[in-house]
């Protein structure tokens, strides 16, 4: 039998009997924890994948029958699970640490999982950095029976593409969207509600939609440099829902002492996969509020995580580039250019053609897996690319951002997540999520919490601190001197300089600026996820992407 090592604590619980043990975490709106105990007593392995597929929540298990042993993850992987073979022994673990730590495991370095993740922040499929480390991707389960392994995909994002009239769709998604919150308000009860509000749709969605329902007991924050856009437009939203909403500023100080901090050291290896770096952003504020005492012991925190990339805003550009006349193998490649472009090119000295077709590789060898080599059917080609960034991008960097409230002893919940939108945005047309056509439109239509239809800005930026700005356009007009040359040179200048400062939530703090400056001739894209994949490989002594070829 394996070895099963998952800690319990006020997240993770455990049950036994004399012929059974599950490990088991999260929640669940489909079944109760009773219900799912006494389910998997008698649960035959031909049914392992039905019944895991039929729990609505988001979760973790591991069960372990005399039979054999099964591990599964949700839909979107919100908690991961791990597993290897040390000593002849199949240990399973929650925390992947304690398997590269124990004694026995071989720390081959998987070179491949490596690049991925530096070129984009995590790794493609259930790939890991060592080749001895395994995790579930998304939707994925795995029975183990003596020594023997099954993987089980039981579910895919991925279906058929229905056509509707576009009223029909915007009272569909308006139906949905009211349940989804409606059951998590009913089973999360009278316990506080706080939301990170920003200017964007997704969060103010969450807020409005309480609102809507009638929550009462519901607080609001927002972050960042004073004086910025995002935390002005969400004081006003909170104010017109009559919620209670607090203003955290960070400054250069304030973080570069959290990112010195004993908190931190501990959260990255708390936080660790092996598959993708951490993900930090608002780590801080929790710190920040529960030093302060404004929030309850129990409180659930709930973020629009990823409203965004599931109702579509991340194919403008592949909707904008493939057409419907393009051939198959045209398609193939405007999709794969399409994720390079977008999620693998962290470093642009990294991006060589070997390496490009390294990634294309691998992302097609997942995808595939789902959709079959051949593109028979164009209307789904949007599903293709969302597909891949859902089982990586999304569930193994994203998602994880659930910890930080872990880390701190918070509860939180993924509406936006929910298995309701999972099933609905995989059938919606790309002409309707193309620019988030239907979310925007349903949610002005409907107007929850009448802050839909007053003209709110939604993500206007605008340059904080101030002191950059005048020094900001000098630098700016002199690059203009040089013609296009000087234009292109500007824009990467800009981002290595000033983003360091300009950037809302201050992540770029947990790195030294000179260090930033240091990097400026291997073409960084200027975001956090550049400098913590760099910071990752060097860490882990993962030297061997280092010698990949850059020319």
């Not at 929540?57 to 991961?80: L, M, W």
């Not at 795995?142 to 039981?154: A, E, G, M, P, R």
Request: hydrophobic fraction near 35%.
């Amino acid at each position: 039998m394996p070895n099963i090592n998952v800690e319990t604590d006020s997240f993770w619980n455990y049950y036994h009997t004399d012929s059974l043990s599950v490990h088991l975490k999260g929640y669940f709106y489909s079944h109760t924890v009773d219900s799912i105990i006494n389910i998997v007593k008698n649960l035959k392995e031909k049914d392992v994948a039905k019944f895991i597929n039929s729990l609505d929540g988001h979760f973790a298990i591991v069960v372990q029958k005399e039979e054999f042993t099964f591990i599964a993850v949700d839909k979107i992987r919100s908690t991961p699970i791990f597993f290897s073979l040390i000593n002849d022994d199949l240990c399973i673990d929650s925390n992947p640490t304690k398997l590269v730590e124990k004694e026995g495991f071989k720390k081959e370095i998987y070179n491949d999982a490596v690049l991925e993740l530096y070129m984009s922040g995590y790794t493609i499929g259930n790939k890991t950095v060592y080749k001895n480390l395994k995790s579930l991707k998304s939707g994925e389960l795995v029975i183990f029976v003596d020594t023997n392994l099954k993987y089980v995909q039981y579910y895919k994002f991925c279906g058929s593409i229905e056509h509707k009239d576009y009223d029909e769709y915007i009272e569909e998604l308006s139906d949905i969207t009211l349940n989804i919150f409606r059951k998590m308000l009913n089973q999360i009860g009278d316990r506080q509600i706080i939301i990170p509000l920003s200017a964007g749709n997704d969060s103010r969605l969450v807020a409005s939609a309480l609102k809507h329902l009638g929550a009462t007991n519901v607080k609001c924050y927002s972050y960042g440099s004073t004086g910025n856009f995002e935390a002005n437009i969400a004081k006003n939203i909170a104010k017109k829902l009559g919620y209670e909403h607090i203003f955290l500023p960070l400054t250069y100080n304030s973080e570069k002492k959290y990112y010195a901090s004993k908190d931190y050291k501990e959260y990255l290896r708390f936080s660790e996969t092996y598959n993708s770096i951490p993900y930090i952003q608002s780590l801080s504020t929790i710190k920040y509020l529960k030093d302060m005492n404004w929030l309850d012991k129990n409180a659930v925190i709930i973020n629009g995580n990823s409203g965004d990339f599931i109702s579509g805003a991340h194919i403008n550009s592949l909707v904008k580039n493939i057409s419907i006349d393009s051939s198959q193998k045209d398609r193939k490649e405007i999709i794969l250019n399409s994720l390079i472009d977008k999620h693998f090119s962290l470093w642009g000295h990294l991006k060589t053609k070997t390496n490009i077709e390294k990634i294309k590789v691998s992302l097609w060898n997942e995808i595939s897996s789902v959709y079959g080599n051949k593109l028979n059917d164009k209307e789904r080609d949007h599903l293709l690319y969302e597909y891949s960034e859902l089982i990586d991008r999304q569930s193994k960097y994203v998602i994880t951002g659930q910890r930080a409230y872990e880390f701190y002893n918070y509860d939180w919940r993924l509406p936006l997540w929910d298995t309701e939108y999972l099933h609905f945005w995989k059938k919606v047309p790309a002409k309707y999520k193309e620019n988030q056509k239907l979310y925007v439109d349903m949610l002005k239509k409907k107007n929850f919490g009448n802050v839909w239809n007053d003209n709110i800005p939604v993500n206007k930026r605008n340059i904080t601190p101030r002191w950059v700005v005048p020094i900001r356009i000098l630098i700016k007009i002199f690059f203009s001197l040089f013609g296009s040359r000087g234009k292109i040179a500007w824009k990467r200048f800009d981002k290595v300089f000033f983003n360091y400062w300009m950037i809302n939530t201050h992540t770029l703090k947990a790195f030294r600026y000179f260090k930033v400056l240091g990097d400026y001739r291997k073409d960084p894209r200027g975001v956090y996820a550049c400098w913590a994949s760099d910071y990752y490989v060097r860490k882990h002594k993962l030297k061997s992407i280092l010698r990949v070829k850059t020319t």
